[in-house]
């Protein structure tokens, strides 16, 4: 069998929905351990990651039956929902990579401004860090933050701020979410390219006389 034929398309189609999983499995347990710091959840467009990756999974699954099955109703759903997914997940990465520092401080900042007192000191213990941002105004709250501190690190006098952690920890996230959703997002139009000839090649098993 050449490659073009019935077989080589439904092999390539398979394979891609296999990588189409593990990326989708891959942008949400980022993702996951993005929001996994608390405070980075402020940041939404980690959330919408989290949907993109989860459609992606569910949507390559459809394909790699449609695939295997020749089932031209649902390659033909996959392929208006993968370009769909292609879309959104071309737009969030785009925004990942297109957010700074500057921008990730301003959402930190409001976030912590609306968290009480019980929750700062919660999350200074996870991250092992005491206050936002050494240069938070007024700054009697930076100061009343370390008062209010309990963080292990607080005995060696040597604690990090938890803008600090967090940034870097966010800045991380972001730029692998963004990188690899925006490559991917390429070989999602390669996909949906394949579906539809797949789709519409007649499989050399069926009945000769069956309507394709």
């Given amino acids: 069998m050449v490659c073009g034929g019935f077989t080589c398309s439904k092999n390539a189609l398979c394979s891609l929905n296999v990588v189409y999983m593990l990326v989708g499995l891959l942008l949400i347990v980022v993702a996951a351990w993005g929001k996994g710091f608390g405070i980075v959840s402020s940041i939404h467009i980690i959330g919408g990651v989290i949907a993109v990756g989860f459609f992606l999974l569910l949507i390559s699954i459809v394909g790699l ?102 940034l870097q920890h966010s800045s991380e996230a972001l730029k692998i979410l963004g990188g690899v959703g925006l490559f991917f997002s390429f070989t999602e139009i390669l996909g949906v390219w394949l579906a539809m000839r797949y789709r519409n090649q007649k499989d050399p098993r069926a009945n000769p006389s069956a309507f394709l």
């Avoid at 785009?94 to 401004?113: D, H, P, V, Y």
């Avoid at 860090?129 to 105004?137: M, P």
């Fill in 65 to 166: 039956i449609g695939a295997v099955h020749h089932h031209q109703v649902m390659l033909f759903f996959y392929m208006v929902i993968l370009f769909i997914v292609f879309l959104f997940q071309f737009g969030v990465s785009c925004s990942c990579l297109a957010m700074n520092q500057g921008q990730q401080e301003k959402l930190l900042t409001s976030s912590w401004r609306i968290m009480s007192n019980d929750t700062r000191i919660s999350l200074e213990k996870k991250l092992d860090c005491c206050g936002l941002f050494n240069n938070t105004h007024p700054q009697t709250d930076f100061v009343s933050d370390l008062n209010l501190c309990e963080s292990p690190c607080v005995g060696k006098k040597s604690c990090l701020t938890c803008g600090e952690k967090m």
